[in-house]
């Protein structure tokens, strides 16, 4: 079955450190992987999606076929980033959006 | 109109009570989707109506029992719920099913079952 893992439920670094948010997958085929995001009092919204290869306030994911990993990184992390984030398997098979267990991401000054 | 509403945003009820959530969008957007939430845990996927019909149950209980009137309004009826069904329960929509990978999330409303 596919199935996204984040490993991590809790990451603290320091303003201006670079942040890793680990995600990965268990899938024989083509993945297609997502991040949400869900800042304090904020509704869940997509922060970038990994055909894009976009970078979204200055967060970057790249997918790792080899190492089954699609990690969110940022260089500097800054104090606003604090939130919750969800690495999401889409199954285009069903149209369906699995979550992993997310991670929460505490940014200090 | 770019957002998903829910409401009520906080509802208590006790286990004989029958009492209603409720989503809107007016993006025209054609798939809807109901999560259940509990805390410090991602969301679970309950339902998903794709052109106001049912297309996906991940073998809910029957206690819980959507409807969607409409394109544009989602509901979830509850019945006989448990303590253990407390939780937030979220509401989302997609452009249609098949770009279901973007969704757009309601707030949620908070349910306290007694």
């Known amino acids: 079955a596919q199935r996204v893992t984040q490993p991590e439920k809790l990451l603290s670094v320091f303003k201006g450190a670079p942040v890793e948010l680990k995600c990965n997958y268990s899938?024989?085929?083509?993945?297609?992987l997502f991040w949400y995001v869900q800042y304090s009092r904020q509704r869940l919204q997509l922060l970038l999606r990994h055909i894009s290869r976009e970078s979204i306030k200055g967060f970057t994911a790249d997918l790792n076929k080899g190492e089954t990993s699609f990690h969110l990184k940022k260089p500097f992390a800054q104090e606003e980033d604090s939130a919750m984030y969800y690495c999401a398997f889409y199954n285009n098979a069903g149209n369906m959006l699995t979550f992993g267990g997310g991670t929460r991401l505490m940014v200090k000054p | 109109d770019t957002e998903v509403t829910q409401t009520p945003k906080h509802l208590v009820m006790g286990m004989t009570n029958k009492k209603s959530l409720k989503c809107e969008q007016h993006m025209g957007h054609r798939a809807m989707y109901w999560y259940k939430q509990k805390a410090k845990k991602p969301p679970e996927l309950m339902f998903v109506?794709?052109?106001?019909?049912?297309?996906i149950n991940e073998s809910v209980p029957s206690r819980f029992s959507p409807e969607c009137p409409n394109s544009s309004l989602l509901n979830l009826h509850l019945h006989a719920l448990q303590p253990e069904d407390s939780a937030l329960y979220l509401c989302a929509s997609s452009q249609d099913p098949v770009s279901s990978y973007e969704q757009y999330f309601g707030p949620g409303t908070r349910l306290t079952v007694t």
């Open positions: 899938y024989s085929g083509s993945p297609e």
């Open positions: 109506y794709s052109y106001e019909k049912l297309s």
